[in-house]
């Protein structure tokens, strides 16, 4: 068989935004996604408000728990600032429902529960153009480069947002950070604080590889993180993902496809856009693939598009790191609040 239309490998939100512009055109993609149904994807839940934007341009609505202000601690200390414009803490599940939904209602197809494994044979039996869309997923002969050392990973829990819970965390989007990784820790509208880390791969093989010994030790070790642990037990539930490239841009295109979202840049979490690059990235390059552009030549403007805020949220990724990081960050927001407030625009992807 031979499709002219394109192939989009991945229906997370890269994907999807590129089949809701490819289908808003006209044209038909296909979407191949290999799990069965629509889960709760390992993440943070922050939706910024340029994301949010990005959103409504693909005909997407949705509204989170709100999100007004970024609060840092790190040891006993702490700082707060309002954010530029307020955020959402959104599930996952919600926010890549809404974009399949939209993507079949526009006109795209999908077929579920298919695995690829060999990106060629997709393409070359049948003659589509292939947009990469995987995400956190690498595809054989595809890979990311792994030059860390000491890659960091992600682990995710959710709570049950008690009263006692909701009244601590309130509408922050909080950031405890500790040596070697940080928690992200929010309310979302599903009724669940959402407490997610990037942590050192070697942080784990301390606690034994054990990610319930490495949460327990964590919240232990910081009073505030603690706090907000205090549901945490065997029952809960804990989502993993390995060898996080963080900072990894991909800059030109050796084998004639669209690479997206986190297949084409992954900046760091703590920044809370990697959805809205997700987003962005599937739109520019479905509208470019419209327009004729290649891919080589796609990937390398989206490339400059992503250099500021990823470099940005890489630096100060990288400075959270240090021994004391933590503790001049917290001092910096204390003392110059309107920094946190450019740092959080300059780290968002522009539209
Ligand atoms: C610890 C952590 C916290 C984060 N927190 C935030 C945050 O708060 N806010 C934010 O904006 N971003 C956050 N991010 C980043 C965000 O999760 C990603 O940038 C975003 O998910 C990228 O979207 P995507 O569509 O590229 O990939 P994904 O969301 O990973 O979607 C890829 C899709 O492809 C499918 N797939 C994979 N392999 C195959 C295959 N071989 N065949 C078929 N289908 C396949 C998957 O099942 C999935 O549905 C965080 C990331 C991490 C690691």
């Known amino acids: 068989m031979r499709r002219t239309d394109p192939i989009i490998v991945g229906a997370g939100p890269a994907g999807c935004a590129a089949a809701i512009t490819l289908a808003l055109d006209g044209r038909k993609p296909l979407l191949l996604e290999r799990s069965a149904e629509v889960g709760d994807a390992l993440c943070g839940g922050f939706v910024s408000w ?117 009244a601590l965390i309130g509408d922050s989007i909080e950031l405890h950070i500790f040596r070697k990784g940080y928690a992200g820790v929010e309310l979302q509208e599903d009724g669940t604080a959402n407490i997610c880390l990037a942590v050192r791969k070697s942080l784990l093989a301390q606690a034994g590889r054990n990610p319930a010994a490495l949460l327990h030790q964590l919240a ?12 945490f037990d065997a029952r809960t539930r804990i989502d993993a993902v390995a060898n996080v490239p963080y ?5 030109a295109d050796p084998h004639g496809l669209y690479r997206l979202g986190d297949q084409c840049a992954v900046i760091p979490s703590l920044a809370g856009e990697g959805n809205g690059i997700a987003l962005a990235s599937g739109q520019s390059a479905a509208r470019a693939l419209l327009a004729g552009i290649q891919p080589g030549q796609w990937q390398k403007d989206f490339a400059q598009r992503t250099r500021r805020p990823v470099g940005l949220a890489t630096g100060l990724w990288r400075m959270s790191e240090l021994p004391l990081g933590g503790r001049v960050l917290t001092q910096m927001l204390r003392a110059f609040p309107s920094l946190a407030v450019w740092a959080a625009d300059a780290t968002r992807i522009r539209r």
């Open 220 to 231: 232990a070790d910081n009073p505030h993180f603690g706090d907000r642990m205090g549901g």
């Open 247 to 251: 900072g990894w841009r991909q800059t």
């Open 50 to 166: 340029r994301t949010m934007e990005t959103l409504q341009s693909l005909g997407v609505e949705l509204t989170g728990h709100p999100i007004t202000h970024l609060r840092i601690f790190a040891g006993q200390k702490r700082a707060s600032a309002p954010l530029p414009q307020p955020g959402h803490g959104l599930s996952r599940h919600a926010m890549d429902s809404a974009l399949v939904k939209r993507a079949v209602h526009c006109g795209a197809g999908i077929e579920r529960g298919v695995v690829v494994r060999d990106l060629k044979s997709v393409s070359l039996t049948q003659g589509a153009a292939v947009l990469l869309a995987t995400g956190k997923q690498d595809l054989k002969g595809h890979e990311r480069p792994r030059l860390d050392p000491d890659p960091a990973l992600g682990l995710r829990i959710r709570l049950p947002a008690s009263p006692a819970l909701r």
